[in-house]
């Protein structure tokens, strides 16, 4: 206990806490099922690590070893920094307006009115925009969970000629997604993380068996950076790997005790280290291994008639497969909590059930209609996660402490202010880049 106490302590630091205001939004929420420690970081865990890991050596293909491993920390510092502002500033509207949480459209949205007279028109306009925006970058994660496993599965399938299309495998997929999704509660997803967490083990070790079998020679080439153009499809890549704000958002909400979540040493420095740990190896060793030859997906160039890697394909599809719902949730809830309040009692069965399957036929659909794996992951990632994830918090904290809590020399102004100028940088030269590939593909 002498460890959360030093962590909560942190928290406060962080957070800026007044030693004058004694309330403490985490003490006034509601959670009619709290998820333990071990259960937030499980899922933590399994919403970061999917198929986005899959895609570092082709991220690192385009980069180079030197600067992908150096991009890689510095993506994951920042991003990772970037969310501890979203939330530390969500804690204080929450200290602010004395609530047990706050959302983060409606965070957007207080926080606007609390700035500059020039922007507060615009309050109500960002609190949909981030609503929209955090609703297609859930459901395009869950368009690509359903591409990454039908491209696994159609592999190891056509090389025992049961031969279909791709989108035939889509099909496939349709009533089981369907039924997973219809789970209600993160407790009850906890099981389905747990296998999914033991598969995504597993398919590791197996493809990482297949990564360092054989000696490989590095070459100059291998070291240095190809193409100034390619830095920021990989940024959109790492950050679609990375970041997954819905969750991270939704898993300190329903955590048992929150001021564990965040801090130096709190549940999510910790597990955002693991992540970029497992996810710098992938790319380093996926690299070296396949060099220029790389797809998409590190599993798409495993040996198709060998035992082991058609089993790595397999589970590890099965894991994405799991991890479907995880993401799903996140779309529901903030659609959820919008028209529940409009409906009778006797509606709210059937309308609860519709939206799950609706949001399942979505990015179904989506992915029926361009199944293209590779420059989707650095769209959505250059879009979303760069407003989401960098632009949107650093616009909150500055409008939070406006006009005259910037701290000694404007340090928090000039702090959120290279936030968001970066994270515009990034959504824009990400997009113009992964749009030219979507366009050549």
């Known amino acids: 206990m002498s460890v959360y106490k030093y962590m909560a302590g942190i928290v406060d630091t962080i957070t800026g806490g007044e030693e004058?205001?004694?309330y403490d939004p985490h003490q006034h929420r509601k959670i009619q099922r709290p998820t333990s420690y071990a259960d937030t970081m499980i899922h933590l865990l399994k919403g970061s690590i999917g198929a986005g890991i899959m895609a570092m050596p082709s991220a690192f293909n385009r980069m180079g070893l030197i600067a992908g491993s150096i991009g890689m920390i510095l993506v994951g510092i920042f991003a990772t920094y970037c969310i501890q502002l979203l939330i530390s500033t969500q804690y204080e509207l929450c200290k602010k307006w004395r609530r047990g949480y706050i959302?983060?459209?409606?965070?957007?949205?207080?926080?606007?009115?609390?700035?500059?007279?020039?922007?507060?028109?615009?309050?109500?306009?960002f609190y949909y925009f981030v609503e929209l925006v955090l609703t297609i970058w859930q459901l395009g994660i869950c368009c690509i969970y359903i591409i990454f496993v039908a491209e696994n599965v159609k592999q190891v399938c056509d090389y025992?000629?049961?031969?279909?299309?791709?989108?035939?495998?889509?099909?496939f997929q349709l009533l089981p997604q369907i039924l997973l999704n219809l789970i209600k509660t993160l407790k009850l997803l906890t099981p389905l993380s747990t296998i999914s967490n033991l598969c995504t083990m597993l398919a590791f070790i197996l493809v990482f068996f297949y990564l360092i079998e054989e000696d490989v020679t590095?070459?100059?080439?291998?070291?240095?950076?190809?193409?100034?153009?390619?830095?920021?499809?990989?940024?959109?890549?790492?950050?679609?790997?990375?970041?997954a704000v819905g969750?991270?958002?939704?898993?300190?909400?329903?955590?048992?005790?929150?001021?564990?979540?965040?801090?130096?040493?709190?549940?999510?420095?910790?597990?955002?280290?693991?992540?970029?740990?497992?996810?710098?190896?992938?790319?380093?060793?996926?690299?070296?291994?396949?060099?220029?030859?790389i797809q998409a997906s590190i599993t798409l160039n495993l040996p198709q008639d060998q035992k082991k890697a058609q089993f790595a394909k397999v589970i590890l599809a099965l894991a994405i497969f799991l991890s479907?719902?995880?993401?799903?949730?996140?779309?529901?809830?903030?659609?959820?909590?919008?028209?529940?309040?409009?409906?009778h009692h006797a509606q709210k069965t059937v309308v609860d059930y519709t939206l799950r399957v609706t949001l399942v036929l979505l990015p179904w659909g989506l992915g029926m209609l361009m199944p293209f794996l590779g420059p989707f992951i650095a769209l959505f990632g250059a879009f979303c996660l760069s407003l989401l994830a960098i632009v949107f918090p650093g616009m909150m904290s500055s409008c939070h402490w406006y006009p005259d809590r910037y701290g000694r020399c404007y340090y928090r102004l000039l702090r959120d202010s290279t936030v968001i100028i970066l994270g515009l940088l990034m959504l824009v030269a990400g997009c113009y880049t992964s749009v030219l590939e979507i366009l050549e593909s």
């Open 324 to 343: 479907f719902p995880l993401q799903n949730f996140v779309a529901y809830t903030l659609i959820w909590r919008k028209i529940k309040k409009r409906l």
């Open 247 to 293: 969750v991270v958002l939704a898993l300190e909400y329903n955590m048992e005790n929150p001021k564990h979540f965040v801090g130096l040493f709190g549940l999510f420095n910790i597990g955002m280290t693991i992540i970029v740990v497992a996810y710098s190896l992938i790319g380093i060793f996926g690299f070296l291994k396949y060099g220029s030859t």
């Open 160 to 171: 025992y000629d049961y031969v279909h299309s791709l989108r035939m495998h889509m099909v």
């Open 218 to 243: 590095v070459s100059k080439e291998d070291l240095m950076l190809k193409n100034f153009l390619d830095i920021p499809i990989f940024i959109g890549i790492t950050l679609f790997a990375l970041e």
């Open 20 to 22: 004058d205001d004694n």
């Open 103 to 125: 959302g983060y459209p409606k965070s957007m949205r207080l926080s606007i009115q609390d700035g500059p007279p020039c922007l507060r028109w615009s309050a109500g306009l």
